[in-house]
């Protein structure tokens, strides 16, 4: 389709009946609850989320760099640990994170419970291990009732991240305006969150970013059309991305796509953290994945359509 002929059809409002269903053929789906969860575990997950005895020294828990006031991310360009730290990757958010089908930017770990055991371990981030986190938590009795009413065996390591990894079932962002959207309700987004998510589908961006996470649910190589690497300089480690997983040489510089439904509220972007804005973001993108350059007007409403993918977080059992 010539491009001046597409101008003139995504101005043009479609009918209301256009969008009823609209998710059931198309690349997104709604953000769904997770029901079945054990509410005592869920508190006591929390707790522990937000407990920095987790750490070698008391001064980092999960909420340091996944801090769930600012999107379930620390907003830095990589993230600090112990010590003061810097480690060597962007904070993933934590939100929707139970959709993931992996988890962390190389996919190391396969599950949320193997996921929250990752950084108690990492010399950076945490610098700990289980035999002094659970002498630490041992002392604290009234955390003692918790785990004792909870499992058999009292405070374990297992039981530590199992509880974690249920809290972290309960952060969802639930009800955006475009879920709405798609349930229906055609006045939920604005008409250039509309054309944005034409855009988004027609430049291709949907081929990765899709599914109820919008993303999360593959592998895919940074660089397809451009080699971003040697444009950047400066390689570390973690740009070998699943390569440090596989050994493999085809997983290098492959990383799970990341969800999009929290874009608007987690910069910086990328794995390494180097772009500091949205458009920063859509047009790195456009040139090294999808070979091209995108308009600033169409850049402004693919990130009119990402804003509307924010959804509502209520803590467990306030919903």
Known sequence: MRRGALAVTLCLAPPASAYEGFWRS???APLPPIAGLNAQ???LG??????TRLSRDDTVSCATCHAIETGGVDGDKTATGIDGVKGPINTPTVFNSAYNFVQ?????????????AGPVHNPIEMGSNWDEVVAKLSRDVELMKSFDALYGDGVTGNNIVDAIAEYERTLLTL???FDRFLMGDVNAITPEAKRGYDLFQSYGCSACHQGVNVGGNMFQALGIMGDYFSDRGDLTDADLGRHQVTGRDQDRHVFKVPSLRTAAQTAP???DGTQETLVDAVKTMAKYQLGREIPDADV??????????AGEYRRFGER
């Open 175 to 177: 009800n955006s305006p």
């Open 269 to 271: 972007y990328f794995h």
């Open 46 to 51: 929390e707790r522990l989320f937000h407990d």
């Open 104 to 116: 962390f930017w190389n996919g190391r770990a396969d599950t949320l419970e193997e996921q929250a």
């Open 41 to 43: 575990k869920v508190q």
């Open 26 to 28: 198309g690349p997104i």
């Open 300 to 309: 402004k409403d693919i990130i009119e359509f990402l804003a509307s993918l």
